[in-house]
């Protein structure tokens, strides 16, 4: 029953950290109206897979991470550099994008989209100290099982959470896009602005 638990447990939590619009379900929506569903499901699974890593990392290790503090410090300053540098890509790609549409053409979709998934989500290195604080609050408040069984299947229990949760916005991307048109056309400019104050952010939490 504990394993059970920690299953769906696991699967609450990867609908809880990606349910709402961000930078990883928002470039669901991107990739399945640039070149279609197929792909972008590939997409999500990519970021999927990382997820399930991070999500190892944070739970399984919780022990090593909680002796070692240094350990979330060191991950949440290089944050700061890697959430500016993506605002710049961005923000750049936006300016790219806009000068496209004024030209009429259509900028080829370069590489295979499992491996663009894995690549984007494995930026958002920010998941770890996150899904490792949660999950500790679920432990010590019952919800989690401190036996190794449950939180190992609590692991493919929030891949898979996060998972259908891509899915359903790469399924409702043209809905998304047509009702959503002036977001979707800007979104590099979202992302970029977005991880901009996430760097900010970062920077006052850890100095």
Known sequence: MEILTGFLTGFAT?????????????????TAVRVGRRRAYL????????????????VLFADVLTRNPQTIASIKSWAIPML???AVVFTWKGFRARAARKA???RPYKGGPFWRGMMMSAANVLNIPF??????WMVADGYLSREFPPRLFFVPGTALGAL???????????WISRNAAYFTRNINFFLGGFFVLLAVVQAVRVW
């Open 84 to 86: 500016l540098i993506l």
């Open 43 to 58: 997409f999500s699974t990519g970021l999927a897979v990382v997820i399930g890593a991070q999500t190892t990392l944070a």
């Open 131 to 136: 899904v490792f604080a949660l999950a500790g």
């Open 164 to 174: 259908l949760v891509f899915f359903l916005y790469a399924r409702l991307a043209d």
């Open 104 to 106: 009429d053409v259509e």
């Open 14 to 30: 990867g609908v809880f950290i990606t349910w709402f619009p961000g930078m990883l379900n928002m470039q669901a929506v991107a």
